[in-house]
Every structure is written in structure tokens, then in C-alpha cells.
């Protein structure tokens, strides 16, 4: 089983900061992407950001410039840093790793139980 504890989100005004960690724990062979998608009422899953890991990142060109990820692969913890929160921003956030478990051959998705984000005057 593979366990990913999200932290982070909550309510902020528009222009704020906010910072999400999400922490992969339990029997991990190896991560390759991890990231985090965010899903807005009504809205469709929608990709945020990702990092391999080898640190190559992919995000959204709606938070391209405000947002940025990183990771810490001995932590197997990756971040999200966001700046200059817009209201469109508003929805919850979700972590999700491609781990590799140990004695699976193969990588299969695990995610967060989601936080959610307000940005709202």
C-alpha cells in the first residue's frame, strides 16, 4: 500500500500565497512523477503540475509564472508553492505519485485525499 499525506490549501485573499506538501510513504520502490491536479466545481481534473524525477517539470499554462514545483526524492515529498492566487484558482487540490511498489513490476497511480483551496476577498 501506498500512502500520499497532503498539507496545505485553505483560504486566502486573491494575490496571496499558499504552499502544499504531499508525502508519499509505505512500500515504495520508486517514484517516478509526482504532482498535483486540481478539480474546480463542475469542472473536469485538470493537471496543475508534475515533476519526474529527475526534476523535469510540466504545468499549466494558467499557473505558469506563479506556481512552481519541486521535490525532495530522499523525502519522497514533493511541493507546490503558489503565488499571485487568482479566484480562478479556487478548487481542490489533489497529489498524485506514479510509484513503483515493491515486488510490482509495474508504476500504477496513488492520490491524495485532496485539500481544498479558496482565493476569495
Known amino acids: 500500500q501506498v500512502q500520499l499525506m497532503e498539507s496545505g490549501g485553505g483560504l486566502v485573499q486573491p494575490g496571496g500565497s499558499l504552499r502544499h506538501t504531499c508525502a508519499a510513504s509505505?512500500?515504495?520502490?520508486?517514484?517516478?512523477?509526482m504532482g498535483w491536479y486540481r478539480q474546480a466545481p463542475g469542472k473536469q481534473r485538470d493537471l496543475v503540475a508534475a515533476i519526474t524525477s529527475g526534476g523535469t517539470t510540466n504545468s499549466a499554462d494558467s499557473v505558469k509564472g506563479r506556481f512552481t514545483i519541486s521535490r525532495d526524492n530522499a523525502k519522497n515529498t514533493v511541493y507546490l508553492q503558489m503565488n499571485s492566487l487568482k479566484p480562478e484558482d479556487t478548487a481542490v487540490y489533489y497529489c498524485y505519485a506514479n510509484v513503483r511498489r515493491l515486488g510490482i513490476p509495474v508504476t500504477e497511480n496513488s492520490w491524495g485525499q485532496g485539500t481544498q483551496v479558496i482565493v476569495s476577498s
Open positions: 509505505g512500500t515504495i520502490f520508486s517514484i517516478n512523477a
